[in-house]
DNA sequence: CGCAAAGTTGCACGATCTGCAACTTTTCTC
DNA sequence: GAGAAAAGTTGCAGATCGTGCAACTTTGCG
């Protein structure tokens, strides 16, 4: 159990937040599009093979995704008492990670701009989210001992939670002045729970 | 108003039917990665190069997949009276699709099959997915006079519609004799509209 | 130090996808 | 029908992506 990460594993760590950062610089300031693995990998002093060898996209880095980082929700969820329901199970763990996306704004921030306007850059998003998403879904179903394959809930209340993150977050990200993550995941997992009747 | 369809467009819907089963075909023997354009163009008498013109990714001819085409639950839905709830509308909607969903059944389980087995596969369907649900939630914005850049709810209910219509259809796959269609949206529209209680 | 493990790099390669210009086929118009 | 206009097909050149492999360099550790 080594307190200080060793050299190797702090370069490593060092690139990677290179790669990234260099990634959504570049297609800030030039489009995605216009963007190469070259250009990222030069910028970030390494040659444009060993890109390869930390993001297997170039969308990848410029959306700051790491495969093997888990999900901000997986932790939380794990966490909660066993007796909870699955949705205000999901809920809690939604709004224990409010914050820490909060202290991300300028970065997800960034990405979503460049998403909005280039919408080929979400593909990789969305398989992330997917992922996530299975991952969710093997939780929940060991919480309510439900078969995934042959019940539709556990996969349905993940997918209907992970989408009140979505939705939510979008309007934050196009409000002005955006209100607290925190209260509109509140507010949206609330609309979810009562069923979704129009609200007004 | 052109009762036949000129030859022109005829022979272009038969060339991109073609070139659909074709890719099909090959990446169930082979497996999609060992499937190239070219031999799909070959398979189907154009050249390479016709092959994007008709489709802008090879995963987009194995699995069917036109922009130009309307989703199946877009014409049912706007044609859905106004005064309904949009949960309702959005049932109704998947409901009246699910008949023409199960007369594919053959593509869509081959098409599961490979997606199941080739996890990459499913990045473009996904894809096809958000756009769909970006065109839904322009209706029921337009349905219910919300902005759904400030307010949460038509962005909610229309992606756990879409949630409930993916994981009825997941589970309708993994089903040894699957029940209807149908009725698993149905179930599956009950548990969103009653608030995603654990069942049981 | 000296060995083993891990990481980096160059190289070659197949494949995707695009732009462009020439050519062929279908459709339209008279 | 004949010829012009529109639409579609094709080959070619080329940029880029992403991978496998083998050599090389750096780091970790006794």
Redesign the pocket.
């Known amino acids: 159990m080594t307190m200080t990460l060793?050299?190797?594993?702090r370069?490593?760590a060092e690139?990677r937040q290179a790669l990234s950062a260099a990634a959504l610089r570049l297609a800030e300031e030039l489009g995605p599009e216009r963007?190469?693995?070259?250009a990222i990998a030069e910028a970030s002093g390494?040659?444009p093979?060993?890109f390869?060898?930390y993001f297997?996209?170039?969308d990848d880095a410029i959306l700051g995704i790491s495969p093997d980082e888990p999900s901000v929700l997986l932790d939380d969820l794990v966490g909660r008492p066993a007796g909870e329901a699955p949705l205000a199970a999901l809920r809690a763990a939604t709004l224990a990670a409010a914050g820490r996306l909060e202290e991300q704004a300028d970065e997800l921030w960034a990405r979503h701009r460049l998403t909005q306007a280039h919408p080929a850059l979400a593909v990789r998003r969305t398989a992330r989210f997917a992922e996530v998403e299975r991952e969710l879904v093997e939780v929940i179903a060991r919480r309510t001992g439900l078969d995934p394959d042959r019940d539709v809930y556990p996969a349905l209340v993940v997918a209907c939670a992970l989408a009140a993150v979505r939705v939510a977050m979008s309007v934050w990200y196009e409000a002005d002045r955006p209100a607290p993550l925190g209260s509109l995941f509140a507010a949206t997992f609330d609309q979810l729970g009562a069923g979704l009747p129009l609200p007004g």
């Open positions: 060793g050299l190797r594993e370069k490593k690139t963007v190469t693995v070259e390494v040659s093979r060993t390869f060898n297997s996209h170039k």
